[in-house]
């Protein structure tokens, strides 16, 4: 469980979605940073290290699984990662999981599933 001061990289290109599931987790008390492609990933990383990352699997250009590999070498190897995807397939489930992801969410989803 996070400390309510924890910091969240929440990279989501649907700006619906991600302006609403920052929305909920400031109210919670959570900071956030949120960015809508992987190529903006160093640079976020860079300004502060995230406690988690939620990450979108289908970004344009860098794809969440590359952008979830590079969090966990660039930030850290232990850093919680969610993914998110419209895909159910195993293989999707498989990838996200050799990316480093610990959870997978389907898409749409309620924020108050994170």
Known sequence: MLHNNAHVLLII????PA??????LRLLGYGVRL???GEELSA???ERLPDLAIVELALPG??????SARLRREA??????IALSPD???????QASMAGAAEYVLMPFDPATI
């Open 13 to 16: 290109s649907d700006r619906t």
């Open 62 to 67: 860098m794809t969440g699984f590359e952008a």
């Open 44 to 46: 976020a990383i860079s």
């Open 76 to 81: 850290s190897p232990e850093l919680p990662v």
């Open 19 to 24: 302006s609403i599931t920052e929305f909920r």
């Open 88 to 94: 159910a397939s195993h293989d999707s489930l498989r």
């Open 35 to 37: 960015i809508d492609r």
